[in-house]
C-alpha cells in the first residue's frame, strides 16, 4: 500500500486479547508479519535513558482521526520514560499545508489545545483548510490571533520542520498512516499488525523489547 491512509479495524476486545487467534499468540509479535526491523536504524532526539515512539499521521487521514481517542488513552498508560512523538506526514500539498498547522500550532503553544478541534473540523464539518483565508478564520473563531497563525505557518522555523518531518517520514520508509516507530529501529502500521489499535499493542511490545524495564502501566 503506497502513500495511502491504512483502513481502520478498531477490536472490540482489549489491549490484552488482542492477540487471541494470530500466529504470535504464544510469544508476541513477530517480525515481518507484525513489524519490521528496519535494516538502518534512525537516530532519537530523546535523551539516554528514554524509549522514542513516533506517530506518523495526518490531520488529512480519516484512520488518524478514528484512532485518536485510542492512542491518547494508550498514551496516559505509558510508564515516564518512555516519550511520545507525533510526527505529521506530507505526502500530498494538502498533507503539506496540514504538517505546518501541526508545527504552527506548537509554535504557538497551542498544540494541546487545538490538535483535536482540527481534527474534527477535518472529518466533522468538511473543511479542507488548504486556502491561508480559511486557516486564519477558523482559528480566529477558535480563540487565536488568526493573522499571528498565518506568519508562524509561513515562517522559516515552521518550513524546516516541515522539511525535518519530511526527512524522518522518509528515514523510516514510511508508506501510510497511520504509522507507529519505536526508538528508530523498528515499525508497525495497522494492516501488518492486524488493525490499528493492534499496532498498538505491537508497539508496546516493542518497547519492552527495546528495554526490558519498561513495562505498561495499569
Excluded at 522514542?52 to 482521526?65: A, D, L, M
Aim: glycine share 8%; charged share 20%.
Amino acid at each position: 500500500m503506497k502513500r495511502r491512509d491504512f483502513s481502520m479495524q478498531l477490536a472490540a476486545a482489549g489491549m490484552g486479547s488482542l492477540w487471541a487467534g494470530t500466529a504470535g499468540a504464544q510469544g508476541g509479535p513477530v517480525e515481518g508479519t507484525h513489524y519490521t526491523k528496519l535494516a538502518q536504524p534512525v537516530p532519537v532526539s530523546t535523551p539516554a535513558g528514554k524509549i522514542e515512539v513516533v506517530e506518523f499521521f495526518s490531520y488529512g487521514c480519516p484512520h488518524c482521526y478514528a484512532l485518536e481517542p485510542t492512542l491518547e488513552a494508550w498514551a496516559k498508560r505509558l510508564p515516564n520514560d518512555v516519550v511520545v512523538k507525533r510526527v505529521p506526514v506530507g505526502f500530498n500539498a494538502l498533507y503539506e499545508n496540514y504538517q505546518k498547522i501541526f508545527y504552527a500550532l506548537e509554535a504557538m503553544g497551542q498544540l494541546e489545545h487545538m490538535h483535536q478541534k482540527v481534527f474534527n473540523a477535518i472529518h466533522q464539518q468538511r473543511q479542507r483548510l488548504d486556502k491561508e483565508a480559511d486557516i486564519a478564520a477558523f482559528m480566529t473563531a477558535n480563540g487565536l490571533d488568526g493573522a499571528k497563525f498565518i506568519e508562524l505557518y509561513k515562517s522559516f522555523s515552521v518550513q524546516s520542520k516541515a522539511r525535518q518531518a519530511q526527512q524522518l517520514s522518509q528515514a523510516y520508509k514510511i508508506e501510510g498512516v497511520p504509522t507507529m516507530a519505536v526508538q528508530g529501529r523498528y515499525t508497525t502500521p495497522g494492516p501488518q499488525a492486524g488493525s490499528n489499535e493492534r499496532a498498538l499493542a505491537v508497539t508496546d511490545a516493542l518497547v519492552q523489547q527495546t528495554s526490558p524495564g519498561c513495562r505498561m502501566v495499569t
